[in-house]
């Protein structure tokens, strides 16, 4: 793995994802953890966010601490593997029930954002201010052409603005009513 062309992007990727889960209890971000899809695939994610299962999340956590099912947000740093992060990773996430996909493609300098829609990954629009808005996770905003830039405050300003809009306000609430809570 290339130091530019994967380290700092991926540094930047699971920083974004573990800004959103100090502010979003309930749900958690990891990375490069195995995740048991299915019994043929077992990747590891350069990042990902899930909804706790104790909070109705669809994935759970097995006995000997593996992730088990689909995360619900998936999130890649792709260099060389734009072909597999976009061809038979994508379909196998689609398949195995992943609702948000995220491919940052370093080279190309373009973050790719597929909603599951009935079973296809669909591109996720972007807003009229050019932010990517997640679905799944109110207040997970991206501004992708920061990102790609480098411009850490910018992106950390767009995420701290959705962590501020009534949309995960409620989304938290939610959460919180569902389950027990959270450690």
Known sequence: VRYRQHGPPHTRL????????????????????????????????????????????????????????????VAEVSSSSVSYDLGKKLNVYRRCGVREYVVWRVLDRQVDWFVNRDGRFEPLPTSADGTLRSTVFPGLWLDPATVVQGKKARVKLVLEQ??????????????????????
């Open 14 to 73: 699971v920083n974004w994802l573990a800004s959103y889960e100090t502010d979003t209890p309930g749900v958690e971000a990891g990375d490069n953890s195995s995740v048991r899809l299915d019994v043929d695939n077992e990747p590891q994610p350069d990042g990902f966010l899930i909804i706790l299962p104790e909070r109705d999340g669809q994935a759970h956590i097995s006995e000997d601490d593996y992730i088990e099912g689909a995360p619900e947000l």
């Open 162 to 183: 959705g962590l501020s809009s009534p949309e995960h306000a409620e989304f938290v609430g939610r959460l919180e009513r569902t389950g027990k809570a959270s450690p």
